[in-house]
C-alpha cells in the first residue's frame, strides 16, 4: 500500500505559475515508480474532477480540457515523486489538488485515465487559491 503526500500549494496570482508535488511517505515509503499517478481538484461547491494524469514509465500523459497547454504532469522516479506543473494559471484554478494512484497494468490493457474510481490511492490534498 502506497501513502502519499502533496506539497506545493498556496497563493498565487492570475497568470502565474505553481508546482505541486506527490511523493510516498511512511516509515517504509513505497515507491511511485510502478503506478499511474492522477492529480484531481475540488473547488468549493464542486465535484472533484480529474486534472492529468501519468503512467508508470511517463510515456502516456492524459489532460482534462480544462488544463491542456497550461499545465504539465512529469515525474521522477528515481527520486520517488510526481510533479504538476501548472502555468498560466486561471480564477478557476482554485481548489484542493490531490494526488492518487493506482497500480500501473496497462500492458494488460488497463487504460491510463483520469477516472476517479480507478484510483485506490489518495492523499489529503494541498489547497491552491487563485487570486485576481
Known amino acids: 500500500q502506497v501513502q502519499l503526500v502533496e506539497s506545493g500549494g498556496g497563493l498565487v496570482q492570475v497568470g502565474g505559475s505553481l508546482r505541486l508535488s506527490c511523493q510516498a511517505t511512511?516509515?517504509?515509503?513505497?515507491?511511485?515508480?510502478?503506478?499511474?499517478i492522477g492529480w484531481f481538484r475540488q473547488a468549493p461547491g464542486r465535484e472533484r474532477e480529474g486534472v492529468a494524469c501519468?503512467?508508470?514509465?511517463?510515456?502516456?500523459?492524459v489532460y482534462a480540457d480544462s488544463v491542456k497547454g497550461r499545465f504539465t504532469v512529469s515525474r521522477d522516479n528515481a527520486n520517488n515523486i510526481v510533479y504538476l506543473q501548472m502555468d498560466n494559471i486561471k480564477y478557476d484554478d482554485t481548489a484542493v489538488y490531490y494526488c492518487?494512484?493506482?497500480?500501473?497494468?496497462?500492458?494488460?490493457?488497463?487504460?491510463?485515465?483520469?477516472?476517479?474510481?480507478?484510483?485506490?490511492?489518495w492523499g489529503q490534498g494541498t489547497q491552491v487559491t487563485v487570486s485576481s
Open positions: 492518487a494512484g493506482y497500480w500501473d497494468s496497462s500492458w494488460l490493457g488497463r487504460p491510463v485515465v483520469i477516472a476517479e474510481d480507478q484510483y485506490d490511492y
Open positions: 511512511g516509515s517504509t515509503p513505497d515507491t511511485l515508480e510502478y503506478y499511474v
Open positions: 501519468i503512467d508508470s514509465s511517463e510515456s502516456k500523459t
